[in-house]
Every structure is written in structure tokens, then in C-alpha cells.
């Protein structure tokens, strides 16, 4: 799952540097919350995941790694995209703003427990 996680991560990367760049060529800033978050949960947290998982291989190969990968990978652009048009001024897709950053909460928590279940010490041999 780490380097999954990797890749996708500098997608989102491309999207939101090119988001930021549109907005600072055209002076328009309404989408800079949809900037921030692809870039912090897309980017940042799936990048800082992946090396994690490739770290510690039990957490990347364990159920809910892959878990934590696919809620983090369809909630995410439903939120975004969602978010996206809600600043469109088409407020019939706050449900899925809502709900995609309802499931990324869930991805994070998965995650989170699934660090403190297989992220060890790892086993000193010669201790003294």
C-alpha cells in the first residue's frame, strides 16, 4: 500500500499546484479551500501514509491499511469534487462534501489505529 500511496500522493500534488497556480494568474481565491485540502490530505497525508506503510510493512499489508487506502481514495476527490462546485454555487452537492470528509474522518481514524497496532520498536539484539 506505500508506494500506492505514494503515487496517487503526487497527483494530487500536480492538482493542487496547478489549482494554486490558476489562482494566483487569475487573482481568484475561491477555491482556495479545495487547494489546501488536496494538498494536505492528498499530497502531504497520503505521502507521510505511504512511507509509513513502507516502514512498516505489517501495517501497509494489514487489513486496515488497505482499508484506510480505498475510503481515503474514493472519499477524498467526493469531497473535493463536491467542494469544488459547492463554491459553484451548487449547493445540491454539500451531501457529498459532507459525506466524503465523513469517510475521510473514518479513513484517518483506521489509519491512526492501525499505527498504533503494527508500528513497533523494532528488537534490539544486543541490549545492554
Known amino acids: 500500500m506505500g508506494v500506492k500511496l505514494i503515487k496517487i500522493s503526487v497527483i494530487y500534488f500536480v492538482i ?6 490558476y489562482m494566483s494568474i487569475t487573482s481568484q481565491y475561491h477555491f482556495t479551500g479545495v487547494h ?3 494538498n494536505l490530505l492528498g499530497w502531504t ?3 507521510l501514509a505511504g512511507i509509513l506503510y513502507l ?4 501495517a501497509g499489508m494489514s487489513v486496515l491499511g488497505k482499508i484506510h487506502f480505498w475510503i481515503h481514495n474514493i472519499s477524498l476527490p467526493v469531497m ?3 467542494l469544488f462546485f ?3 454555487g ?3 452537492l454539500f451531501p457529498f462534501v459532507a459525506l466524503g ?3 475521510i474522518v473514518i479513513a484517518v481514524i483506521l489509519f491512526a489505529i492501525n499505527i498504533l497496532i503494527y508500528v513497533r520498536q523494532p528488537e534490539q539484539e544486543n541490549e545492554v
Open 101 to 103: 470528509g465523513v469517510f
Open 16 to 21: 493542487g499546484v496547478s489549482l494554486g497556480l
Open 86 to 88: 459547492l463554491i459553484l
Open 36 to 38: 489546501v485540502h488536496v
Open 90 to 92: 451548487h449547493t445540491a
Open 55 to 58: 516502514m512498516f510493512p505489517k
Open 80 to 82: 473535493m469534487i463536491g
Open 45 to 47: 497525508s497520503m505521502t
